[in-house]
């Protein structure tokens, strides 16, 4: 057997838990299987033959391609969130993504999502996969004991959040932040739309991530001026939230979840393709 078909037959071997550990850190299918794909490319090209442990080393090599991932999501949401984006090469599967949401907890995804990219990295690699912290620190480009306090944060956020029903407020309540925000995005209400936003709240779109009630406000504020057709209060695979329509077609949706009474994810589709595989049912 060849040295790179060898090579290849060990990846495979670990494939499983470099994908579990890029599904958690990533919180999408599709981008998960991106980057271990990744992963497999980089191994390709280096030299394993003096690596000892070698399912250990795969694990911070898709762990570093993650945090490239992430890293590259957070300077795409430094720009506005705009009415019409661009779908990229590959397009999330919602129901796989909903199967992962099941397997790791909607509420632990929620948080994650609101973690900077090194404290989820420290975190999902020390507390879920037990890697030890001076492995995590040479990812990250940080020293051991520095390292240690961003899993520390990281896990008080988590334990804060632990046991929480994600979507606790009661269904007339969600349709009323649901309004308000609607209504505010409309009138570009920065205030309005500050009042009803977590401080961490993420908006995740085909083109991206952005996060912070700051962003996210002033991208909405101008989205909302740009808003055609008809808003109505629908179920969006279950979830509360919103169903833009033209001419009585689904055209867009906006799916939202909640924790302590504030929008703290809102999920636009906007692919034709997409929206046109989600369950959506108007209110």
Same mark, same amino acid.
């Given at each position: 057997?060849?040295?790179?078909? *060898? ?32 992963? $497999? ?15 250990? $080393? ?87 004991? +520095? ?42 209400? *920065? ?37 055609? =057709?008809?808003? +109505? ?7 509360? =939230? ?26 636009? !589709? ?7 595989? !989600?369950?959506? !049912?108007?209110?």
């Amino acid at each position: 057997m060849r040295d790179e078909d *060898f090579l290849a037959e060990r990846f495979e071997a670990h494939r499983g838990q470099l994908r579990a550990v890029a599904q958690r850190m990533l919180g999408s299918v599709a981008e998960a299987e991106d980057a271990v794909q990744e992963a $497999w490319v980089r191994t390709s090209r280096s030299d394993t033959t003096r690596v000892d442990n070698l399912g250990g $080393w795969l694990t911070t090599v898709v762990g570093r391609v993650c945090l490239d991932m992430l890293r590259s999501r957070r300077s795409r949401a430094e720009q506005p969130l705009e009415p019409e984006v661009p779908v990229p090469a590959t397009v999330p599967d919602p129901e796989q993504d909903a199967l992962l949401a099941d397997s790791v907890g909607s509420a632990l995804l929620v948080v994650l999502d609101t973690l900077t990219p090194a404290e989820r990295l420290a975190f999902v690699l020390h507390d879920l996969f037990a890697v030890p912290y001076d492995e995590i620190a040479g990812v990250i480009g940080k020293s051991s004991a +520095a390292t240690r306090q961003l899993a520390s944060r990281a896990r008080r956020r988590v334990r804060g959040t632990q046991d929480v029903d994600p979507d606790p407020v009661t269904p007339a309540r969600r349709r009323e932040l649901v309004d308000a925000f609607l209504a505010a995005a409309r009138e570009g209400d *920065f205030e309005g739309l500050l009042e009803v936003l977590d401080p961490d709240v993420v908006v995740r779109t085909e083109a991206g991530v952005t996060t912070g009630a700051l962003a996210v406000a002033k991208g909405a504020s101008g989205y909302g001026r740009h808003i055609v =057709g008809v808003a +109505a209060p629908a179920l969006v695979e279950g979830r509360t =939230g919103i169903a833009l329509l033209r001419d009585g077609r689904v055209e867009r949706t906006l799916a939202f979840t909640f924790v302590h009474d504030r929008i703290a994810v809102i999920d636009i !589709t906007t692919d034709p393709a997409r929206v046109a595989r !989600t369950d959506v !049912t108007l209110l």
